[in-house]
């Protein structure tokens, strides 16, 4: 199949494009920088914010099948205000601008990634697909984040004659994630500056990103549509990992703090999610996909790379 990959330099999408073309398809890399593009059958250049230049890119690549791994969360360490609002440019107005070139080129699928971790906290400790999403979380910058990633699903799914298929993926860990051992994570489990939360309640699902990329890849070689949760086997209350998460890496145990104080410590997101994030359950994405995780638990991985 032609196949044009946005986001072919980020670390689900370069592994992706390469997978891709050693199972035979004709890949695309939609790129901002040439310099920086993976070897590709195609390289087209475009900044996804810029409308013109999108549908121009897409257009000469001619794809059967377009693939969405956009983010600007690579800032987060240095500037997380701008890694999310510029996130959230990518979910709307550039998955816009991909649908409308995806659709003026004449393809007839695009898979886009989202995540699994926007549910609000309600219901049982690990949650399906239908589950509402925390748009109206108490924090104005996820609640921003959340509404963005809505918009991109939205827009995915619009109109059959672009069969759209929405990949909500746990939280990554391994080479290049936050939670590798030089990640935004990583670092500050080593630094001893992230403290445990009193309970520990808030589920994490995982997802190694080579599972990312196999999921990538059984969601284009197939017809499913709709939103799919891709994560391990097993959701993690955090007093469960991110003790197991610092002994892997050699870090100091985590000292607990009373969980009033989390937010302020930790700040809102973190804080979320080590007390009151709810687990994705991913077993419409084994039925739709044939697809399972290699890496089936965090136990076996996370901290190690
Ligand atoms: N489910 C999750 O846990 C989850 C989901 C998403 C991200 N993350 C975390 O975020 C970090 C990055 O992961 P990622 O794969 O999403 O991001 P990434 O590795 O930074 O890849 C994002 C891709 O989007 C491209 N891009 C950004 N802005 C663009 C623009 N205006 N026009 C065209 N292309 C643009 C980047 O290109 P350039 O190389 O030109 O910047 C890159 O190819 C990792 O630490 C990961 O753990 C986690």
């Known amino acids: 199949m032609r196949i044009l990959v946005a986001g072919a330099t980020g670390v689900v999408g370069r592994p992706l494009v390469g997978t891709l073309r050693a ?10 920088e040439e310099s ?14 810029d409308r013109e230049a999108v549908l121009s890119a897409v257009s000469a690549a001619r794809p059967e099948v ?43 699928r695009l898979v886009a990634q989202s995540i699994a971790f926007a549910a609000a906290p309600a219901g049982p400790a690990v949650l ?25 699903e939205r827009l995915t799914l619009s109109g059959d004659d672009l069969g ?8 990554l860990y391994g080479p ?36 990312a990329v196999g999921a990538a890849v059984a969601a284009v070689e197939s017809a499913a549509t709709g939103v799919l949760h891709l994560a391990d086997d097993e959701p993690a209350p955090a007093a ?29 997101f973190m804080a979320h999610q ?12 084994r039925a739709a996909l044939g697809w399972k995780p290699l890496r089936p638990s965090w136990r076996d991985g996370l901290g190690q790379e």
């Open 23 to 32: 199972r035979g398809h004709e890949v695309s890399a939609l790129v901002r």
């Open 36 to 49: 920086r593009a993976p070897d590709a059958d195609r390289v087209v250049v475009a900044d996804a914010l």
């Open 66 to 108: 377009v693939v969405h791994q956009l983010s600007a969360l690579r800032l987060l360490r240095d500037d997380p205000p701008e890694a999310f609002a510029r996130t959230a440019r990518l979910r709307t107005e550039g998955t816009a601008h991909l649908v409308e070139a995806a659709r003026a080129a004449g393809a007839r």
């Open 128 to 152: 399906d697909e239908d589950a509402p999403l925390y748009a109206d979380a108490p924090d104005p910058g996820w609640a921003a984040t959340v509404r963005a990633v809505a918009e991109l």
């Open 164 to 171: 759209g298929l929405v990949l909500r993926y746990g939280t």
């Open 176 to 211: 290049g994630t936050a939670y590798a051992r030089d990640g935004g994570t990583g670092q500050r489990v080593l630094a001893g500056k992230l403290p445990l939360p009193e309970g520990g309640a808030g589920i994490t699902s995982f997802l190694h990103v080579e599972d």
């Open 240 to 268: 469960q990992w991110l003790p197991q998460y610092a002994r892997a890496l050699g870090a100091p145990p985590p000292r607990t703090i009373p969980a009033a104080m989390a937010p302020r410590l930790l700040g809102w």
């Open 274 to 285: 080590l007390t009151a994030a709810r687990g994705a359950a991913a077993d419409r994405a």
